[in-house]
C-alpha cells in the first residue's frame, strides 16, 4: 500500500483491511476547486497542523461540508516538500495514540499543495500572491511558534534578517512576519478584501502578538517608501483584516519508530522517517494523543469554513483569553516544560515515564493544583481543575504517546515568559504570597541546572535547540558539580532579564529562592533527585 493520490484509489480494499481510514471525497477535485478559489490557507505546517488542523478540516470535506481544502506556505527549507510531501502527493497518514495502546488511522487529504516562500521558487510566489489577490480566501493561520512572530532579539532589537527586510521591502521578504505583511499588501492592492489571521500557537494573547508584528513590518515599508499609507489603515481596521486570538491544545510529538513499525507491518509502504539538516524529525505520519481543544475569537469578516461542526469552540476574545491563560500558564504548558528539564537531566526518554517518578508527580501536581489553579479564572467554556486532572491523570501518563522531554524542552527560552511569569504576574496582581512557591521556583531552577548539559550523574548530555542558548550558557560558564562558584553573579543576569520571563524574578519575590535551589541542584552528583525529595518527598 502507497499513501499516494494513486495508491489509495488501487489499494482501498487492503487499507479497508488494515484498519486506515481514506478520504470520503474526490481528493483531485477538492485540489482543483481549491487551485482556483482558495479559502484556506496555513503557514507552518508541522506535525500540530497534521494531526489537528489538516483533520478538522479532512472531517468537514468527508461531511460534505466544505469543497475546499488547505494551502500551506514554507518560509523556511523545501526540505520537507521534496523529501515527504511530494512522495505522497501532500498526503499524510494520521494515527491516533488511544490510551489502551490502540491506534484510530486515517489518511488526510485536506492539504492541496505547499507553496515555497523563501525565495527559491518563484512559481510558488506568483501562486501565493494570486491565492492573496482572489477575494474568496477567508483565512490565513500559523503554527510557527512563539518565535516565529518575534521580530527582535534577547537584547531588545531588531533581528539582522528584519532589519533587511524593513530595508529591502515586500518583493525581497524572507522572515515570516514580512513575508505575510507582503502577501497581505498584494491583497490590499487588489481590492482591499477582507481576511482573517488566525495564530494557533502557544503563546498569549497570540493573535495580539500577530498583529503587532505584521504592523510593524507595514509601518517600516510605509515610512521607507515601499508601501502606500491607506496600507496601514487596511490593517488596522478590524472590520476588514481581523486577527482573532486562539487556544489550541493537542500533544503531537515526532514520529515514534514504533508506530513506523507497525504501519510498515501492515504492508504501508515508504513510511520512513528523515531526520532534517536542521535536526528535526519528519515522516509520511504523524502521531499524536486523542484529546485536542481548538477555542478561536469568533471574527472573520470574510466568512470561514463552518469548523464549529467538526469541534472547534469559538467564543469572545475575552473567553479565548481565560482559556488560553488556564492552558499556557497554568493546567498543562508549565507542568510538560519542567518534565521536560527535568526529564532531561534524570535520563528519562519519556514524559509518561517520569509519570511513574514520585517526586515528579508531585512537582507537577504542585505546579498545576496548588500554585496555578488560584490565579486561573474560570474560562466556563472549559473547567480548569477538569482540564488540569485529564491532564495528570490520562494524558502524561499515555504510554502509547512518544513524547520526549528532549522535544519538550525545545525553545525553552521562548515558552518561559508565559509559562512562568504570567503566573508570577498573576500573584503579584492579586496580591497573593510568592514565598510559599516550591513547584514553579524548583522548575526555573531545573532549567538553569539542565542548560549546564550535564545530567545528575555527572554525564553531558545534547541540549535541545533553543535560539537563546549560547547566550544563556555564556552566563552560566565556570559552573560546575561541587563548584563553590559565586552563583548570584552568574544567574543574576537571567533571572532578573525581564526579557526573558517577563519579569524580574527578584522583584517577584522567587530570584533568591530559586538562586538557592539551583545551588543545591550542583552541589554534588545526585544533587537533583535529593532536592527534589528534599522539597516534594
Not at 480494499?13 to 478520504?23: M, N
Not at 544533587?527 to 522539597?535: I, M, P, Q
Amino acid at each position: 500500500m502507497k499513501v499516494t493520490e494513486k495508491g489509495i484509489e488501487l489499494d482501498k480494499s487492503a487499507f479497508e483491511k488494515a484498519s486506515i481510514a481514506l478520504p470520503m471525497y474526490s481528493v483531485s477535485e477538492v485540489r482543483r476547486r481549491t487551485c482556483e478559489h482558495p479559502v484556506w490557507v496555513h503557514m507552518g505546517a508541522g506535525n500540530i497542523y497534521h494531526a489537528f488542523i489538516a483533520s478538522v478540516q479532512q472531517e468537514l470535506l468527508n461531511r460534505k461540508l466544505s469543497d475546499r481544502g488547505i494551502v500551506t506556505l514554507s518560509t523556511r527549507s523545501g526540505e520537507t516538500r521534496e523529501k515527504i510531501e511530494k512522495p505522497h502527493d501532500n498526503l499524510v497518514l494520521g494515527v491516533t495514540l488511544l490510551p489502551d495502546s490502540s491506534t484510530k488511522m486515517q489518511i488526510i487529504g485536506a492539504t492541496v499543495c505547499d507553496l515555497l516562500l523563501n525565495g527559491e521558487d518563484k512559481a510558488d510566489e506568483s501562486r501565493a500572491v494570486e491565492m492573496f489577490k482572489d477575494k474568496s480566501l477567508q483565512l490565513m493561520s500559523f503554527t510557527i511558534t512563539e518565535k516565529g512572530y518575534s521580530l527582535k532579539g534577547i537584547d531588545g532589537s531588531f533581528t539582522p534578517v528584519v532589519l533587511e527586510d524593513f530595508k529591502n521591502g515586500p518583493k525581497r521578504a524572507k522572515h515570516g512576519m514580512s513575508i505575510t505583511c507582503a502577501l497581505l499588501y498584494e491583497r490590499y492592492l487588489a481590492g482591499k478584501y477582507p481576511i482573517s489571521l488566525v495564530s494557533m500557537d502557544n503563546c498569549s494573547n497570540n493573535g495580539t502578538i500577530l498583529q503587532r508584528s505584521v504592523v510593524t513590518v507595514a509601518e517600516k515599508w510605509v515610512e521607507n517608501g515601499f508601501c502606500e499609507k491607506g496600507f496601514l489603515d487596511y490593517l488596522k481596521d478590524e472590520n476588514i483584516v481581523a486577527f482573532p486570538c486562539s487556544m489550541i491544545d493537542k500533544i503531537t510529538p515526532r514520529p515514534d519508530p514504533d508506530i513506523e513499525k507497525m504501519l510498515k507491518d501492515l504492508g504501508v509502504e515508504d513510511m520512513e522517517s528523515i531526520k532534517t539538516t536542521k535536526g528535526t524529525y519528519i515522516a509520511p505520519f504523524v502521531n499524536a494523543e486523542k484529546p485536542q481543544y481548538l477555542v478561536i475569537e469568533d471574527r472573520f469578516p470574510n466568512g470561514r469554513p463552518p469548523l464549529e461542526k467538526a469541534g472547534v469552540l469559538f467564543t469572545t476574545k475575552k473567553g479565548v483569553e481565560l482559556c488560553e491563560r488556564m492552558k499556557v500558564t497554568t493546567c498543562l504548558n508549565p507542568l510538560h516544560t519542567a518534565l521536560a528539564v527535568y526529564g532531561c537531566v534524570l535520563g528519562y526518554k519519556k514524559i509518561a515515564d517520569e509519570m511513574d517518578d514520585r517526586e515528579l508527580v508531585s512537582l507537577v501536581k504542585k505546579l498545576g493544583y496548588d500554585e496555578g489553579l488560584k490565579v486561573v479564572e474560570d474560562p466556563k467554556i472549559l473547567n480548569p481543575e477538569s482540564f488540569l486532572s485529564e491532564v495528570i491523570e490520562q494524558r502524561l501518563v499515555n504510554r502509547a504517546l512518544p513524547d520526549t522531554p528532549q522535544r519538550i524542552a525545545t525553545d525553552t527560552s521562548q515558552k518561559v515568559p508565559v509559562r512562568f511569569g504570567e503566573t508570577l504576574k498573576s500573584y503579584r496582581r492579586l496580591g497573593l504570597d510568592t514565598s510559599k512557591m516550591i513547584a514553579l521556583p524548583l522548575a526555573i531552577a531545573g532549567w538553569l541546572r539542565y542548560l549546564l548539559g550535564v545530567d545528575d550523574n555527572g554525564k553531558e548530555f545534547v541540549l535541545s535547540d533553543d535560539p537563546q542558548l549560547e547566550t544563556l550558557r555564556k552566563y552560566l560558564e565556570g559552573i560546575t558539580l561541587g563548584s563553590d562558584t559565586d552563583i548570584s553573579s552568574k544567574v543574576h543576569p537571567i533571572l532578573s532579564n525581564k526579557v526573558i520571563f517577563g519579569v524580574d524574578l527578584y522583584e517577584a519575590g522567587v530570584g533568591l529562592k530559586i538562586e538557592n535551589l539551583f545551588r543545591e541542584e550542583i552541589a554534588s552528583v545526585g544533587a537533583v533527585r535529593n532536592t527534589l525529595k528534599k522539597y516534594l518527598g
